[in-house]
């Protein structure tokens, strides 16, 4: 019984204590998001396919040993998949408050910097506010707040691949044809 105690009033203090961000950055990363980044991880943070979840539990049992520079340095080296470091310094602080936030992390009055260095799981529970868990309907991202357009990369080079094999059987590709 001793035991049970102390935990929650643990995970009571824990929920209390402000994080190393402010509301200011988490709105900004929320706005942030929703234009570049809720696409593949979807509007809850809960992910799809190849892009994880970034809030709840799989996403404190994967970063909550790891620190908020970590996260953000993460961010800023990985996303978005085909334009890294394309979204500015700025606005992978701000996408990590938002994180923080959506993983039950409060404000506190002093902002995330990149070399901030507050171990995740001291902040964030992982208990996903509702607003998070329960975004309003999806509405279409504004142009505006894609914040540079997406680059493609790749390389092309001119020549005769040697020992190609189509990974396709040609005889079995249906061809789409337009209706109407």
């Known amino acids: 019984m001793?035991?049970?105690?102390?935990?929650?009033f643990a995970a009571n203090a824990l929920a209390q204590q402000p994080g190393p961000y402010t509301a200011q950055q988490a709105a900004s990363g929320r706005t942030i998001y929703q234009g570049n980044c809720a696409i593949c991880h979807v509007a809850d943070l809960g992910g799809r396919n190849e892009a994880p979840q970034l809030a709840g539990?799989?996403?404190?049992?994967?970063?909550?040993?790891?620190?908020?520079?970590?996260?953000?340095?993460?961010?800023?080296?990985?996303?978005?998949?085909?334009?890294?470091?394309?979204?500015?310094?700025?606005?992978y602080i701000n996408l990590a408050a938002f994180i923080l936030e959506a993983n039950g992390a409060h404000p506190g009055n002093r902002p995330l910097a990149a070399d901030t260095k507050v171990q995740i799981r001291t902040v964030a529970t992982g208990n996903v506010p509702d607003a998070v868990r329960h975004p309003p309907p999806e509405e279409a991202p504004l142009a505006s707040t894609r914040l540079e357009p997406l680059k493609a990369t790749g390389l092309t080079v001119e020549g005769e691949v040697k020992n190609y094999q189509p990974v396709t059987d040609p005889c079995c590709v249906i061809p789409i044809r337009p209706i109407g």
Do not use: C, Q
């Open 2 to 8: 001793k035991y049970s105690i102390a935990i929650l």
């Open 57 to 91: 539990s799989n996403f404190i049992g994967e970063w909550g040993d790891r620190t908020t520079s970590e996260l953000v340095s993460f961010i800023e080296a990985t996303m978005p998949p085909n334009n890294p470091r394309g979204l500015g310094d700025e606005a």
